[in-house]
């Protein structure tokens, strides 16, 4: 138990639906952050929001949205996704948002998403 | 370009000791970390290396050669708990993590 918890842990969806995954830390972090792991390659940063406000989108297609209410909740929505969309999608919070060198991130257990 | 390199896999015996290695060609460099991560869970943090060194911690140690780009994990006394990936990631200029592809760790009886 990390103190990051995620929402489904498993997911299936079509190509035609509208889904969200739900992350929220009760670590008291100020940052958090959106990850995709495909098999044998890199941990991909997708998003990064420090005190509720998107500091990175890195080249994400617009078919994900994010959504920070508070520092706690971070959403990640879902339209008309591709099958190569296909991954775990891992939340993480850290305290100082990458401000500082030893800014240890906590990763929650992921949600394996499966777009059919 | 940013790149972290890690061997793909590795297989050691229940009671050795394994050594993961790792490179890095980073712009700027803030910070080395390791995780870990088992299979359908969460990766966690295992160590943090900033200066050149051996840092210990129970079992497992992390180096780092600031000047070579290289760092490497050291895990002695296996147990088959060990079993896991373990992810090299460095903090860039930017404070942003540039993260390896991980190396998985098999252990046999």
């Known amino acids: 138990e990390t103190g990051v918890t995620q929402t489904p842990r498993h997911l299936v969806m079509g190509m035609t639906n509208k889904k969200s995954l739900k992350c929220e830390q009760h670590l008291g972090h100020n940052a958090m952050y959106w990850y995709k792991q495909s098999a044998k390659k890199p941990l991909e940063l997708m998003f990064v929001?420090?005190?509720?406000?998107?500091?990175e989108n890195n080249s994400v297609p617009s078919r994900f949205s994010p959504e920070c209410p508070n520092s706690s909740h971070l959403f990640l929505h879902l339209h008309t996704l591709q099958p190569e969309d296909s991954a775990l999608y891992l939340c993480a919070s850290s305290q100082d948002g990458g401000t500082s060198g030893s800014d240890e991130q906590f990763f929650g257990p992921g949600t394996r998403l499966t777009v059919l | 370009g940013q790149n972290i390199d890690q061997p793909t896999e590795m297989t050691a015996t229940e009671g050795a000791i394994v050594q993961i290695n790792c490179t890095y060609q980073?712009?700027?460099?803030?910070?080395l970390f390791w995780y870990q991560q088992h299979a359908g869970e969460a990766p966690t943090f295992l160590s943090y290396?900033?200066l050149d060194g051996l840092e210990e911690k129970g079992r497992f140690s992390s180096f780092l050669s600031r000047s070579k780009g290289y760092s490497y994990l050291l895990l002695k006394e296996l147990q088959m708990k060990d079993s896991a990936s373990y992810l090299c990631a460095v903090m860039d200029s930017n404070y942003q993590l540039i993260w390896g592809a991980g190396t998985k760790l098999i252990i046999k009886p």
């Open positions: 980073t712009s700027g460099f803030n910070g």
């Open positions: 929001y420090n005190f509720k406000e998107q500091t």
């Open positions: 290396n900033v």
